[in-house]
């Protein structure tokens, strides 16, 4: 009798419960191998039409969250569970997590928005959301950047999407804004003549456009020169570090001094 029992036990619920189960493991393992020979080769699709790298990472991350949602729903319909009341139950936890997490989905749907527009891409120097850096990552919530003393800065999407962003390496060619100033006492155009041989002497000037050489304005205590030459976005730094040397050091030898802020103050004396 007892033999009997087990015997129905086994056929009737643990042989038809352990084949569901085996057949669930199954779709789940051979699901994961399938999800991730489509990612795979979406990747590598993308990639092939010249696609940025950021960009694909974020397609093929949803695609593949998207996947495996239904491979696990097909898994759990294996196992008799009624996926209809779990969608209906997920998309209840949505809405419940959504209202709780309003500043999170806010970031995601400023990342999507970053993806889509692309007003960056990785490797360019930004300066967005208060922070400004090199862009290393852009993920669903997070852009992460890395500051010229090499310090990271994660900076939610939702922050850089409501300000302004600044892309310094959007344009090929960028122009060096530098102020120079003399004495009222020195020569203005030697001064301006020096500073002319200066920047035409550089090789990494840029011909077109023009460089500028200007007088801005007549100040409280100098006069103060305009230069304003072009260059690659690359070599940005390098001129107006070696300009600024190279003025000071050509100032010196022609004797031309530049000024410290100073005030003439007349007393008069009364009768």
Do not use: C
């Not at 090929?172 to 020569?187: A, E, G, I, K």
């Not at 020169?225 to 070696?242: E, N």
């Amino acid at each position: 009798m007892e033999n009997l029992d087990i015997n129905e036990i086994v056929q009737t619920y643990v042989i038809p419960w352990g084949i569901k189960l085996v057949l669930a493991l199954a779709i789940f393992y051979v699901g994961r191998i399938v999800v991730a020979g489509v990612t795979g080769f979406l990747r590598r699709l993308l990639h092939s039409r010249g696609m940025d790298d950021i960009l694909v990472g974020f397609l093929v991350a949803i695609l593949r969250w998207v996947l495996l949602l239904f491979v696990v729903i097909a898994a759990l319909s294996q196992l008799g569970i009624n996926t209809n009341s779990l969608v209906a139950l997920l998309g209840a936890a949505g809405l419940a997590i959504g209202l709780s997490l309003q500043s999170s989905l806010s970031n995601f749907a400023a990342g999507v928005m970053l993806i889509i527009f692309r007003p960056f891409t990785k490797g360019d120097f930004v300066e967005a959301g208060g922070a400004s850096g090199i862009i290393e990552n852009i993920s669903i919530f997070t852009t992460t950047m890395t500051t010229p003393d090499n310090k990271e800065v994660i900076v939610p999407n939702g922050a850089i999407i409501g300000g302004n962003i600044t892309n310094y390496s959007a344009r090929p060619t960028r122009r060096v804004d530098m102020v120079f100033s003399v004495s009222y006492q020195d020569d203005l155009r030697k001064a301006k003549q020096l500073l002319e041989e200066i920047v035409a002497a550089d090789e990494r000037v840029l011909k077109d456009p023009a460089p500028v050489v200007a007088v801005g304005a007549l100040a409280d205590s100098s006069v103060n020169f305009l230069v304003r030459p072009w260059a690659k976005t690359s070599d940005y730094w390098a001129v107006f570090w070696d300009t600024t040397e190279a003025v000071k050091l050509r100032f010196d030898e022609a004797g031309i001094s530049i000024p410290f802020p100073q005030m003439d103050v007349h007393i008069e004396q009364g009768e």
